[in-house]
């Protein structure tokens, strides 16, 4: 947490985000609230916009409408409180580097350009590694991972990024069942530390044991709040039963439209 | 599968059979077309002047001699060109659709070796040595690409370029080697790099013809086949289609069709002839069979002419000048399509950005109207500054194109202004529209009041009829809209309510249907 | 056939070239590693990023830009020459992106068009304005690095340090600055390359180091067009880098890899060239091809030999790591 900042700025807060890809509408007038210190799972059906929320927040997708302010600031002014981790298809994991160069990537943000990175930065990303017990694995070559292996090194550079604030786009996507309960271990500990997570999820069964609250989001939030009142079947049904046919075909036609089509 | 190109294309989603018919109607003029050629060609020829012999002509004579057919030799390159352009057309578009363009290119470089290969079989320009070498030089490339994909990490792209130089030097090394001997006719082998349409001999475009009948019969008798094979080849596979054979064909015919193109095209330039007139074409229509005639018209008209401005230019390459027509064509296509054109698609924008700006006005115009219980006749130009936030001026501005559109009349020198019936059913529907859509916002997708104006003003120029009968069954006929305004309906829009002011009106409200 | 390829004579081939001809064979040498090694560093992160295909663009269409600058400027000068790369470079960039972000068009079908008009453009300058523009098409298809040594030389203080011909001097200078360049944004440049989102997250404009990219790679494919030509530049951008990527899977090895196989092609490319009488340049990259064969067959880990032996292994019941690990990456 930084010096002198008010403990009620939210962690995350969005203001009627709508964002559209590829002219169809994915997200459509969010409002969120994300108080500081929460594991917050983000959960949804395909196609729910859920890796889009996380892309929006971090100004990587154009937004059609609305505003993000993470702690209070627009995104670019608290980007180095922002740690991402991304899908793991969306990499080419022939790349010539090995485990401990991917984890470094991690502090490049804190030291911007034209900075190289010292001791002090190595001894950080060694010791992320360990926390991810990937440290053995630091010399290898990252298409020898396996796809649990893969997602812990993802997650030690997050890590490394000593961020408030992890955005992680389905980290327990194919990975093995050791990883997934290391993983979750690691996402508690960090809330301990007063860390701030989202979580894009999409395993229902264990959502309810792994996040204290969570959002249920399809084009829209359904549904956000502590888990025990939002994992009800009814909000569930809310947001798996069916989309909004009018909501969607109508964003869409807007869409098409504004792009001259 | 030559190097995991992706296949899917969304334009040939439409009904195979449907497609196969109209093709075969459509595949009938090509045929005749190429029977007239066959005329032309069959016709006497004489010892071919080399064009651009003739010097001090005007452009106009030149263009005259050139596309008269009178003089032979000039026929000769024609005929060529209209059958290059043609051939490299239609396999230009199995390309471009199964986004092989640079796979293609790399197949028209690969074959340098195979061409200087056939030159050194008996010294000469013989034209079946020299196919015959490059088309298994080029074929040869491709597979190795594939080869390299499949066997190392590089990806498709870098063994493309790989292929592609490498080749490429080989090539280069066999032609200054075969420069510098002493024997043989070796004046041939440099038009081969960029082209030189007036070098072409009988053989040659016998060669052409032949490779362009086959290009035409294979594609006409394996359509079908060949849809699939480019839109989705794994469930090509799944119906037993064979396309491992026809994708080896095609490859084939695409090797042939670059190989006769060179001579006049020339080995840097070629592939351009596969992509550019297919690449026009693409734009220019959603469905496969029409986008294959149109990349032949387009390949033979642009192949035609860069060999006139060749001509013209006293025997410049030829091949640069197809290049340059052929991107022409292409400038325009990607401005002017109708569909996808990029200007068209500005003008369409334009021209809604207009239309929004009308409604706008019409919107304020009844929420003054609205504001007031509608009392009175016509509105002030300041009411709806006012309204809109707008200077007057803007508003002004903004009813003269209401009133060129006969969506409203003013009088008072712009100071006051009156619906005309259109222009009043017009503002129902978009204030309705709007309300509409507020009411779903809130009702169905449950979003704060807050949100839903802002997105409103956007959808109400958006919603046709048929969805805004879908919200109204889904809304169960509203009357209100969430802050309790009315919402105008059909009667409204015909002027049948509010009968009161409508009559004081005038010119407006007196509508009956 | 004995006219064809000459009978291979260890003195003319090997020894006349060090011995008799030394200062020629030495800038040629010189040129081709220089040449080879800027173009194939820069080509690793154009293979990486999968831009093969870009460079392959932009190495055709610096032709319109030299033409252009050679109008302008009269003879060939430096800046000149670089001017018109960079904006034919970024112009190419440019198109391709135009083309396919405001049409249907692909990108493959993009780059081919964009390639093939400012190429064809650029033939036609030199064609037409002959007298203008010292490039021959000869100079476009395969280069005249054998002219190289009788370039005027470039002189520091007034004379006293002869320094060497214009274009060694040139690509020299070049082949330097990447290496800076390289040092100086490596981290950058890998992130931007290995994933793009993070380097956006992290505050790295991926656009920005693009068309950096793309500035560099065009100052690079100019200094070295006169002396291999448009098509040769090629191969030179990625030869190198995929023979030093089938050998490492580190970056910095990889890096030093490619200079190692840029300095060997161009020294066996000079004995194959004066060996067969043809087109040195060609030879430089046939060379460099054999060598990418090479380490095709034999390298240690993707060699096909390796995979051959490693598929035998399989079959005999035993599990393979790289094959599974394959299928991860797949």
Redesign the interface.
């Known amino acids: 947490m930084k010096e002198g900042e008010l403990e009620s700025v939210p962690a995350l807060e969005t203001h009627d985000l709508s964002v559209a890809y590829h002219k169809k509408p994915v997200l459509y007038g969010v409002d969120l609230t994300i108080p500081k210190g929460q594991l917050v799972g983000i959960v949804g059906p395909n196609g729910a916009g859920k890796s889009t929320l996380i892309k929006a927040v971090m100004g990587l997708l154009p937004l059609r409408s609305g505003w993000v302010e993470v702690f209070g600031q627009p995104f670019k002014k608290t980007k180095t409180r922002v740690g991402y981790v991304p899908q793991r298809e969306s990499v080419d994991w022939d790349f010539p580097v090995n485990v401990m160069d991917v984890v470094m990537m991690g502090r490049y943000g804190k030291l911007g350009l034209f900075r190289r990175p010292k001791k002090k930065d190595r001894d950080i990303a060694r010791e992320c590694l360990d926390k991810v017990k990937m440290l053995p694995f630091a010399n290898r070559q990252i298409s020898n991972l396996s796809g649990g292996q893969q997602q812990r090194v993802f997650l030690a550079r997050a890590l490394a990024q000593e961020s408030d604030l992890y955005l992680m786009d389905e980290p327990f996507a194919g990975v093995d069942a050791a990883t997934e309960a290391a993983i979750i271990e690691l996402l508690k500990e960090l809330k301990e530390r007063g860390k701030t997570i989202l979580v894009v999820h999409h395993d229902l069964t264990t959502a309810r044991e792994y996040f204290d609250s969570m959002v249920l989001l399809n084009m829209r939030v359904v549904a956000f709040g502590p888990t025990e009142q939002v994992f009800t079947v009814e909000q569930l049904q809310k947001t798996y039963g069916g989309r909004l046919t009018l909501l969607s075909d109508v964003a869409g036609e807007t869409e098409r439209q504004l792009s001259g089509e | 599968m030559v190097c995991g190109v992706r296949e899917g294309e969304k334009i040939m989603h439409s009904s195979v059979i449907h497609s196969y018919t109209a093709w075969r109607n459509s595949s009938l003029a090509s045929i005749v077309l190429l029977a007239a050629l066959l005329w032309l060609a069959g016709g006497e020829v004489a010892q071919a002047a080399r064009i651009g012999d003739l010097g001090e002509v005007s452009a106009w004579q030149q263009a005259l001699r050139f596309f008269s057919f009178r003089d032979a030799g000039l026929r000769l390159v024609l005929v060529g060109c209209l059958l290059l352009g043609l051939n490299c057309g239609l396999l230009g578009g199995f390309v471009v659709v199964r986004r092989m363009a640079l796979v293609g290119d790399t197949l028209s470089h690969a074959v340098l070796p195979g061409i200087a290969l056939g030159f050194l079989w008996n010294m000469d320009k013989d034209p079946v040595a020299i196919m015959v070498g490059a088309t298994v030089f080029g074929l040869f490339g491709v597979t190795v690409v594939g080869w390299i994909t499949r066997t190392t990490l590089l990806k498709q792209d870098a063994a493309l370029g790989l292929v592609l130089s490498s080749f490429y030097a080989l090539g280069i090394c066999l032609v200054t080697m075969i420069q510098r001997l002493p024997t043989g006719n070796k004046s041939g082998i440099d038009k081969f790099m960029f082209g030189q349409a007036a070098a072409l001999g009988e053989n040659d475009i016998i060669l052409m013809l032949i490779t362009t009948v086959v290009t035409l019969v294979v594609v006409v008798v394996c359509y079908r086949g060949l849809l699939v094979l480019s839109f989705d080849r794994e469930f090509g596979q799944t119906t037993g289609l064979p396309m491992h054979a026809l994708h080896h064909v095609v490859m084939l015919l695409t090797a042939f069709a670059i190989v006769v193109a060179m001579q006049a095209v020339g080995v840097v330039l070629v592939s351009s002839m596969l992509i550019i007139p297919a690449a026009s074409a693409y734009l220019l229509t959603d469905r496969l069979h029409r986008l294959l005639i149109y990349a032949a018209v387009i390949g033979m008209g642009t192949a035609v002419l860069g060999a006139f401005f060749s001509f013209l230019g006293n025997n410049l390459p030829t091949g640069p000048f197809m290049v340059l027509a052929g991107t022409g064509v292409f400038v325009i296509c990607f401005l002017f399509s109708p569909r996808y054109g990029w200007w068209t698609r500005l003008w369409r924008l334009r021209s809604r950005r207009l239309r929004t700006e009308r409604e706008d006005t019409l919107k304020a115009m009844y929420r003054v109207l609205e504001n007031r219980e509608f009392h009175g006749e016509g509105v002030s130009a300041v009411d709806v500054a006012e309204y809109r936030k707008d200077t007057v001026e803007e508003i002004q501005r903004r009813v003269q194109n209401l009133v060129k559109t006969g969506l409203a009349t003013d009088s008072e020198e712009g100071q006051m202004i009156h619906f005309t019936p259109k222009g009043y059913q017009q503002a129902c529907m978009i204030v309705r529209n709007h309300r509409l859509w507020e009411l779903y916002l809130t009702n169905v997708a449950r979003y704060a009041a807050d949100h839903v104006h802002e997105d409103a003003e956007l959808v109400e120029h958006v919603l046709g009829e048929d969805t805004v009968r879908r919200l109204e069954r889904r809304l169960k006929f509203p009357n209100k809209d969430p802050h309790g305004k009315p919402i105008p309906s059909v009667r409204d829009m015909l002027g049948m309510t509010h009968e009161e002011e409508g009559a004081k009106m005038e010119g407006g409200y007196g509508y009956r249907p | 056939m004995n ?3 000459p009978a291979f004579d260890w003195t003319r081939v090997v020894i006349d070239p060090w011995a008799a001809q030394f200062e020629s064979s030495f800038w040629i040498v010189l040129m081709g590693f220089l040449a080879t090694a800027a173009c194939g560093l820069i080509g690793n992160y ?3 990023r ?4 870009v ?2 663009a932009i190495s055709h269409s610096v032709l319109p830009g030299l033409a252009v600058a050679f109008l302008f400027s009269g003879s060939l000068q430096i800046g000149a020459m670089f001017a018109g790369a960079i904006v034919a470079g970024v112009l190419t960039t440019l198109l391709i992106e135009l ?1 396919h972000t ?5 990108t ?6 964009t390639f ?2 400012l ?3 650029g ?2 300058l030199i ?2 304005f002959a007298g203008k523009i010292h490039l021959d ?1 000869e100079c476009v ?2 280069g005249e690095i054998s002219y190289v040594p009788l370039e005027s030389s470039v002189k520091w203080l007034g004379g006293a340090i002869e320094l060497g011909p214009r274009p060694v001097v040139t690509m020299a200078l070049v082949f330097l600055a990447v290496i800076a360049l390289i040092v ?1 944004f490596y ?2 440049l ?2 931007c ?3 793009p ?2 380097a ?5 404009s991926p656009k920005v180091f693009h068309y950096g990219l793309m500035v560099v790679l065009s100052v690079v494919v100019v200094s070295a067009f006169e002396s291999v030509g ?6 030179m ?3 190198p ?2 023979t030093a ?2 050998l ?4 910095p090895v ?1 890096m030093v890899l490619s200079v190692l196989a840029a300095a060997l092609s161009s020294l066996l490319g000079y004995h194959l ?1 004066v060996w ?4 040195i ?3 430089m ?2 060379a ?2 054999a060598l ?1 064969l090479l380490v ?1 067959i034999f390298s240690p880990e ?1 060699g ?1 030999l390796q ?1 051959w032996r490693r598929a035998r292994r399989v079959d005999d019941g035993g599990e393979s ?2 094959e599974e ?2 299928g ?2 797949s």
């Open positions: 006219d064809f390829i154009l293979i990486l999968r831009m093969a295909l460079g392959d083309i405001k049409s249907r068009v692909k493959d079908a993009a780059i081919g068009i093939c008009s190429f064809a453009i033939v036609i064609n037409v098409t298809l395969y100086v981290k950058e890998l992130v390359s290995f994933d989102t993070l956006a997250s992290l505050g790295f448009a098509i040769l530049v090629i191969a951008l990625i030869l880098g995929a990527q089938l490492s899977p580190r970056l990889v060239g067969m009488r043809c087109s340049a060609g030879a990259v046939v460099a091809a990418f095709w993707q096909l995979r790591r790289i690990n394959n991860y990456s």
